[in-house]
């Protein structure tokens, strides 16, 4: 049974630049929800996506967005990198969105 | 508005000792959910358990125990007998349910067990 699966592993792009990061969710489940985990602090909840729509949206700024597909995966968006931007990002996915969020391993995202 | 607090930032225990991890939290819904998931060096969150706001068992699994008391906003988390395994940082999260899907994470607690 397969979990949930993030590509690529790690990422250097250059401030204003646009990266888009992937994510496939565990077998069986139809939600995706990403966060982003600066380092030495918890995640932050970037948005939910559900039936291929965002059904939740942290705080987070227009250059952040997503989409989902019919077979669930999902994509970040971020446009107009800042260094702040640097961080893990994470994918979760569950049944439904009040479910138990299983993680993947993350995106290392680094902005120069 | 939701919030998780972990009052411990770093915590570091010889091998066999036991050691409980803090969790206070706030929310003003009566029905909630409350997590602790475990991030080692990889980076990936690994899920350990969730508990409803309406069952106060303590649970065990193993070398893991928790103790949620309502009463004073807790969801502690305690190994017992600690392995060099278990060092990692340690979340708390909560989700007030309903149509609030987000995870609210505590900053963590980094546990290290030395041989």
């Known amino acids: 049974d397969a979990g949930v699966t993030q590509s690529p592993t790690h990422l250097i792009k250059t401030r204003g630049q646009q990266v888009t990061l992937r994510c496939s969710p565990k077998?069986?489940?139809?939600?995706v929800s990403w966060y982003q985990q600066a380092l030495g602090q918890g995640p932050q909840f970037i948005f939910q996506y559900y039936e291929e729509e965002e059904r939740q949206r942290g705080n987070f700024p227009d250059r952040f967005s997503g989409h989902q597909f019919p077979n669930y995966s999902s994509e970040l968006n971020v446009n107009a990198l800042l260094l702040g931007d640097s961080a893990l990002y994470l994918c979760?996915?569950?049944?439904?969105?009040?479910?138990?969020?299983?993680f993947g391993p993350g995106t290392r995202l680094t902005v120069l | 508005a939701q919030k998780v607090t972990q009052a411990q930032t770093e915590i570091s225990v010889v091998e066999k000792e036991d050691v409980t991890l803090d969790c206070v939290y706030e929310t003003r819904d009566t029905t909630y959910y409350l997590f602790w998931y475990k991030q080692p060096p990889s980076g990936e969150l690994v899920f350990l358990i969730r508990?409803?706001?309406?069952?106060?068992q303590n649970e065990i699994s193993g070398r893991y125990s928790w103790n949620f008391q309502k009463s004073t906003s807790s969801f502690n988390f305690t190994i017992t007998a600690s392995q060099v395994v278990d060092s990692a940082v340690y979340f708390c999260?909560?989700?007030?349910?309903?149509?609030?899907?987000?995870?609210?994470f505590g900053k963590g607690t980094l546990l290290t067990v030395n041989p």
């Open positions: 077998s069986g489940h139809d939600t």
């Open positions: 508990r409803n706001s309406f069952d106060e």
């Open positions: 999260a909560l989700n007030s349910g309903g149509s609030n899907y987000k995870l609210t």
């Open positions: 979760a996915s569950s049944l439904g969105g009040a479910d138990t969020q299983y």
